[in-house]
């Protein structure tokens, strides 16, 4: 048997609401959808992240070349 879980009175109406829409017959099954949908959105946001760190890895070299070139004509100088 699972662990209960406490539930606030607002979150509870909140649940029977997503019953009554999405039709289903357990709150569990209202739960379980919401933490399907969280995992999919971080999964997504974990591969954006990792898919800008390849591109970061792909640009620094060049980017840092381009840097060079701009240093000469800064108006700041390093002192």
Do not use: W
Request: glycine share 2%; aromatic share 4%; with cysteine.
């Amino acid at each position: 048997m699972g662990i209960p879980l406490m539930i606030r009175d607002i979150d509870n109406q909140h649940i029977e609401n997503l019953k009554k829409i999405l039709h289903f017959h357990k709150k569990i099954d209202v739960v379980r959808a919401g933490l399907a949908l969280l995992e999919k959105e971080a999964n997504c946001q974990q591969n954006k992240i990792e898919r800008r760190k390849q591109a970061a890895k792909l640009v620094a070299a060049n980017s840092h070349e381009i840097n060079k070139e701009f240093q000469p004509y800064s108006r700041i100088k390093s002192a």
